[in-house]
């Protein structure tokens, strides 16, 4: 998992939880979640964070962002893959497009977004 040393945040860690508690429901297996601890997108390398940032700033962190995501899964390839990416708060949606352009770009079959929150965007 990767903190911020500047302010001791673990950015995806309350993500971590909620899915891992959504595997531990879904007691009839409905949805392709991945196990508690078997996440299968991985960021390898921090990036610069998007907040308080230009439209323009914030699609340039995006693509960074989408670059440095790796593939775990258990094949070790995300062809006819499902995913489900989550994230906690959407304000341009830049972030999302890039790591959903990648991830079928790569082979996955279907990319969905789970957004937690949405804050008012004004840029």
Known sequence: MLTDARWGRQPIQHI????????????TRAY????PGGHRLV?????????????????????AHAAALTWTGDTGDIKGATVL????????????QHVVRRLR???AADVRGLVLARVPWSG
Do not use: F, N, W
């Not at 392709?32 to 196990?35: E, K």
């Not at 990416?85 to 999302?96: A, E, I, R, Y």
């Open 32 to 35: 392709p979640l991945s196990p």
């Open 85 to 96: 990416l989550v994230d906690d708060v959407l304000t341009s949606g830049s972030q999302l």
């Open 16 to 27: 971590e939880a909620i899915m891992d508690a959504a595997y531990t429901e879904d007691v």
């Open 43 to 63: 960021k390898q390398t921090e990036t610069a964070r998007s907040a308080s940032r230009t439209l323009d700033e914030k699609r340039a962190a995006a693509a």
């Open 105 to 107: 770009a790569t082979g």
